[in-house]
């Protein structure tokens, strides 16, 4: 059959999307990126924020329309909309033909068909894997659930894909997502994930440089690894050093250029692993923060262990300790509770640490949460403004920055032809994420030179407020 797919969200959703995809194909059906060919619809979903649910609800709704075209057309919903919500979903829109939670993703294949798993014409599920370490903290008992929990906040999934799992990369080919870890054990206020994702579980380290190889021999030059909480990878099993020791051995993979680290936690990440981002020939020298708040009383109320001077003294030590180090973070405001004293603490901290990246975020007072039980008492409209003012002082900080840069020589990686500006081709330092951080644009136009995942130096002549000019030497 004909499956189209779409994927919102998040990189840990898109891994998701992209193994479903390739256990598709292994299946033998065949991907469309055009929905109305498709046999099949498949909509994994995102229910992070009510920006994120609404925006999966409307594909969901549009993909409905488009099956009652095509009689015995199939609709699938997969993702945190639909592990957070599958029996609404199902009761409120009876277009869909199967809902398959976050820890469902080996079900895809008897999704797709409507069969069960080794019935004639499906795949069988002979070649799926579990981690077999345990799925729990060291300091409670294993949820006990499936891979298929049928009730939201009952059953946490446990599935986690390895090495061997197939999956049909939806990135540009020159760079990949790897999930190291699954599932979350901490309990801030304002997050659903660890009752949409179950409790935080790694994979081993051999796995994750396996895939890693594989990814290089395909030609794929920078892996970003991610997870919930990167630094917290291992800790689950036991294993002291971790990640310091999983980013020494994919130093060692051949074709393998640069190793990215997202959603590093302020309480999780130790000296040594700052020491082993230092030391790593191949790991950017990139740190991905997210903070959320400075003020102690906020950070309190949204249950984050960290204080404003203990994220200060971390901060000056990264520094110290990774020279050229770029630091990005997000922040929340308008949390309940949120007074004009506490932003202005945030926006102090903001023009002192004078982050390279961030992202600013209002409240979303999302049901399941421990933050529900508080009045939503920061007005929409203050929310709005305070997100405004500190994106106009990040603003000011890197426009001070991006100008000191002007003349300096720089290495980047060409990410290809600009999808928003015809001609245009651009690429992006050691110290730029894809998708979420700036980019570089190059004044050169050489369709040979600029080829996606190439690596060129280049001199920074320009700066267009967040994003550098470069001409390429």
């Known amino acids: 059959m004909k499956i189209g797919f779409v994927s919102l969200g998040c990189p840990k959703n898109l891994v998701d999307a992209e193994v479903m995809l390739g256990l598709a194909e292994q299946a033998g059906h065949e991907i469309t990126s055009e929905a109305g060919d498709a046999d099949v619809l498949v909509v994994n979903t995102c229910a992070f924020i009510d920006r994120a649910k609404q925006e999966s609800v409307d594909t969901i709704l549009e993909m ?87 009730v939201f906040g009952l059953d946490l999934p446990t599935y986690i894909y390895d090495a061997e799992t197939p999956r049909r990369r939806a990135t540009p080919a020159h760079y990949a997502y790897v999930k190291i870890a699954e599932g979350c054990d901490y309990k801030c206020a304002f997050c659903i994930i660890p009752k949409m994702r179950g409790h935080y579980r790694s994979r081993p380290v051999d796995s994750i440089v396996e895939e890693a190889r594989r990814l290089a021999a395909q030609g ?8 919930q909480d990167t630094t917290f990878y291992g800790i689950d099993r036991k294993e002291r050093g971790a990640l310091p020791r999983l980013l020494r051995a ?7 250029e640069w190793v990215r680290l997202l959603y590093l936690y302020p309480t999780t990440i130790t000296d040594e692993t700052i020491d082993a981002i ?40 990264i520094r110290d300790r990774i020279p050229g180090v770029s630091l990005r973070t997000t922040f929340i405001v308008g949390f309940p509770g949120e007074t004009d004293e506490d932003f202005a603490e ?108 190439a690596f060129l130096d280049a001199e920074i002549v320009g700066a267009r407020d967040y994003d550098l000019v470069a001409r390429v030497l």
């Open 64 to 150: 409905a329309e488009l099956k009652k075209q095509v009689p015995g057309r199939r609709l699938v919903v997969t993702g945190c909309l639909a592990e957070r919500y599958r029996d609404d979903l199902k009761r409120e829109v009876p277009e869909i033909d199967e809902v398959l939670g976050t820890g469902d993703v080996p079900r895809i294949v008897e999704a797709l068909t409507g069969r069960p798993a080794g019935a004639a014409g499906a795949a069988p599920l002979a070649f799926y894997r579990r981690d077999p370490a345990r799925t729990a903290p060291a300091t409670e008992p294993a949820p006990g659930g499936t891979a298929a929990g049928p």
């Open 220 to 227: 794929v030059k920078e892996i970003l690894l991610i997870s």
């Open 250 to 256: 994919l130093d060692g993979v051949a074709g393998l």
């Open 278 to 317: 230092a030391a790593s020939a191949k790991t950017c020298k990139y740190i991905d923060l997210p903070l959320q708040h400075a003020s102690d009383r906020v950070l309190k109320r949204m249950k984050r262990p960290g204080t404003r001077a203990g994220y200060e003294a971390l901060l000056r030590k």
């Open 346 to 453: 945030l926006e102090a901290f903001i023009r002192e640490v004078r982050f390279d990246h961030l992202g600013v975020f209002t409240y979303s007072h999302e049901e399941g949460t421990s933050a529900f039980d508080l009045p939503d008492d920061v007005p929409a409209g203050v929310k709005a403004a305070r997100q405004r003012r500190l994106m106009r002082v990040q603003k000011q900080i890197v426009a001070r920055q991006q100008k000191a840069r002007i003349g300096q020589t720089i290495r980047l990686m060409v990410d290809g032809p600009d999808p928003e500006h015809e001609l245009a081709y651009r690429g992006r330092l050691a110290t730029q994420a894809p998708d979420i951080d700036p980019v570089v644009y190059l004044t050169e136009s050489d369709p040979e030179t600029l080829r996606a995942g």
